[in-house]
C-alpha cells in the first residue's frame, strides 16, 4: 500500500460513480492497481497517484518493478505468498526491499516510513535479513528479454515500436 503525505482524501467529496466501484473510491482518493488492469486502467491510476488525486494505493506486488511512483508511507502486508497447490513461500528479501524503496525518494521527499505487517516468527528472519545490510541486486532481464517482451505485446502493454523502445527505456 502506498501512501501520500497528506492521506487520505475527502471522504465527503462527491462522486457520481457508483458507491463500491473502483471510480467511486478514486473520487475518494483511495485506488488499487493489480495486475488485472488493463494499460488504460493501470495508466489512469498511476497518474492521479503521481498527480495528488489517489491518496492510498493499494497494490498487489506489480509495483515493485518498473514503475516509479514513489510514496511518502509503503505498508507491506505480510512477508509470504501464494504460490499455488496452497502453499505459501517466504517473499524474497530483495522484493521486500524494492516494494519499500517507493517511500521517501530522494528529491521528491525529506522522509519516509516502511511498515512490514506479518506475524512474529517471520518478523524474526525479516528482520534478521534486512539487519544484513545491502542486497546486491543483479539483473537477470536479458536472458529473458524476448518472453517479457512477448508478452509485454500480448498483454498490449507495447503495441508498437516506439512504444517497445520507451518500454526499454
Known amino acids: 500500500m502506498l501512501i501520500r503525505r497528506q492521506c487520505f482524501g475527502n471522504r465527503n467529496a462527491p462522486s457520481t460513480a457508483k458507491a ?14 493489480h495486475a488485472g488492469l488493463d494499460k488504460a486502467e493501470r495508466n489512469a491510476i498511476e497518474k492521479a497517484f503521481a498527480d495528488g488525486r489517489i491518496k492510498c494505493l493499494a497494490s498487489t506486488s506489480t509495483l515493485a518493478v518498473g514503475v516509479n511512483l514513489p510514496a511518502h508511507l509503503v505498508i507491506v502486508c505480510g512477508s509470504r505468498t501464494y504460490r499455488g497447490n496452497g502453499g505459501y513461500e517466504d517473499i524474497p528479501i530483495s522484493q521486500m526491499v524494492q516494494m519499500m524503496g517507493r517511500a521517501g525518494r530522494p528529491g521528491l521527499d525529506t522522509t519516509g516510513v516502511a511498515v512490514i505487517m506479518t506475524d512474529n516468527e517471520s518478523r524474526k528472519k525479516v528482520q ?10 543483479t539483473s537477470k532481464l536479458l536472458s529473458c528479454l524476448p518472453e517479457v517482451m512477448n508478452t509485454e505485446v500480448s498483454q498490449r502493454v507495447v503495441t508498437n515500436m516506439e512504444g517497445a523502445t520507451q518500454w526499454l527505456m
Open 128 to 137: 534478521a535479513q534486512l539487519e544484513l545490510g545491502h542486497i546486491a541486486a
Open 20 to 33: 463500491g466501484t473502483g471510480q467511486y473510491f478514486q473520487d475518494k482518493g483511495i485506488g488499487y492497481h
